[in-house]
Nanobody, 123 residues
């Protein structure tokens, strides 16, 4: 069982930056692949980024590629999402998720989810 707690969301102007953190409980964090997803009002949850257990395999949605960076610190049981050059269309609730196998872009393949953190980008 893994419990995930996101933090770092907030209100930022377009062009600004935020860093989201997701702290995981449990001593097996390093064996999980992690993902970030987001959900805007009235829209379906969408994939943002994923990282494998070692931090080597990284994948991004086209909409955030070059602006967002996913990383992890297995010693701290934490995964991060550095978000730069933020746009109003990045406004959403951001969720982190964990799965026991490899990286995935598909939310239904993840086993554990955090409660989400709100990111609002003003124009």
């Amino acid at each position: 069982q893994v419990q995930l707690v996101e933090s770092g969301g907030g209100l930022v102007q377009a062009g600004g930056s935020l860093r989201l953190s997701c702290a995981a409980s449990g001593h097996t964090f390093s064996s999980y692949s992690m993902g970030w997803f987001r959900q805007a009002p009235g829209k379906e949850r969408e994939f943002v980024a994923t990282i494998g257990w070692s931090g080597v395999n990284l994948y991004y949605a086209d909409s955030v590629k070059g602006r967002f960076t996913i990383s992890r610190d297995n010693a701290k049981n934490t995964v991060y999402l550095q978000m730069n050059s933020l746009k109003p269309e990045d406004t959403a609730v951001y969720y982190c998720a964990a799965r026991t196998y490899g990286t995935s872009r598909y939310s239904h393949e993840y086993d554990y989810w955090g409660q989400g953190t709100q990111v609002t980008v003003s124009s």
